[in-house]
């Protein structure tokens, strides 16, 4: 069976903080003006406790409902307290994101960081993911996703051709490519592609930040990306540009999922999504080699 479609939009904003930080009344209009924007969004059940999906529900109630067009996808994700990763789990994840976010479908539900759990276990009759198979089936969700980090797992569920869309994080950057035959094998299977975090966590935006895919950034790679800074320079390209755009530029994407804190921040990813990349960085990107280990499993 091919995959179901998946609606896109060429850059995603992710809410993995929406609510984790900032005043109440910030993170309000920071809610609106996500909602208001032609980008889709993406949230989990558990960013921010909940709370992520709390205030963007908060925002499509002050709105009145979502717009035509504007759309949602969210996460299944394991009890919090328990871990557990079953069938009821995933009916009750989902049910509470529905009441959250206060609509009656999702275009895109993902299975969400199961690492924990084995392969085996979440894939067996009348688990985690036969049950997101069966709410495809009666239309609660128009497709089902695999969302997370390790690329051995990752490239494991989308083999087993159960999913229609997947999302792997920080693993195809200007600083770390290791995703690529995952995201090959989901291209060739006709499945919709998401590649999160392609600022891997923020350092490729911010030269002050000393993590990589949240993770203490190793000695190499900090060497390397001094050299792809001078790179970036001697184009006259600012990195966070450069960073962006490797990804949404690359055939292996649908879509781009950026982490937006602020309103300022989502002010700053359209200025970066309009600036214009000279092919001859791209060229010179490729003189750099690949980059070292960045730490990512
Ligand atoms: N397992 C999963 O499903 C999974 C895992 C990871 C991510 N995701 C999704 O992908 C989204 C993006 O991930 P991410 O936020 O971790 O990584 P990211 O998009 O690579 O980095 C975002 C961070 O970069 C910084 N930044 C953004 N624009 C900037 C700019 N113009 N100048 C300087 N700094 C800038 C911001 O830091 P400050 O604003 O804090 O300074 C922001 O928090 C998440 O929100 C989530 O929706 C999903």
């Not at 299944?76 to 989902?94: E, I, M, N, Q, Y």
């Not at 390397?224 to 949404?248: G, K, T, Y």
């Amino acid at each position: 069976m091919s995959p179901a479609a998946v609606p896109t939009t060429p850059l995603t904003l992710g809410t993995s903080f929406l609510g984790a930080r900032g005043d109440a009344a910030r993170t309000a209009e920071l809610a609106d003006r996500l909602l208001a924007s032609p980008h889709a969004i993406d949230t989990s059940n558990a960013y921010a406790g909940g709370r992520s999906e709390q205030h963007l529900g908060a925002a499509v109630h002050r709105a009145g409902g979502l717009r035509a067009g504007q759309i949602i996808y969210s996460k299944a994700d394991a009890d919090p307290r328990t871990g557990v990763f079953d069938r009821d789990r995933v009916l009750t994840s989902l049910e509470e994101s529905l009441h959250r976010l206060e609509v009656d479908h999702l275009p895109l539900y993902h299975l969400h960081d199961p690492q924990p759990r084995p392969v085996a276990e979440l894939m067996a009759p009348g688990g985690a993911v036969e049950t997101l198979v069966q709410l495809r089936e009666e239309g609660v969700v128009g497709a089902i996703g695999i969302a997370a980090g390790p690329r051995e797992m990752v490239h494991e569920y989308v083999r087993t051709g159960a999913f229609d869309a997947v999302l792997t994080h920080n693993r195809f950057t200007l600083a770390d490519r290791s995703a690529r035959p995952l995201m090959e094998t989901a291209r060739e299977q006709g499945m919709t592609v998401f590649n999160a975090a392609p600022f891997g966590g923020g350092v490729l935006a911010d030269p002050s930040k000393q993590e990589y895919g949240y993770r203490p950034l190793p000695e190499e790679l900090v060497r390397w990306i001094e050299r792809l800074r001078e790179l970036a320079r001697d184009h006259h390209v600012e990195l966070a540009a450069a960073a962006l755009h490797f990804s949404v530029r690359s055939d292996l994407v649908d879509s781009t999922v950026v982490g937006i804190t602020t309103t300022e921040r989502l002010r700053q990813l359209e200025r970066l999504a309009t600036s214009v990349v000279p092919d001859a960085f791209w060229s010179d990107l490729d003189g750099l080699g690949e980059p070292p280990a960045s730490g990512t499993d």
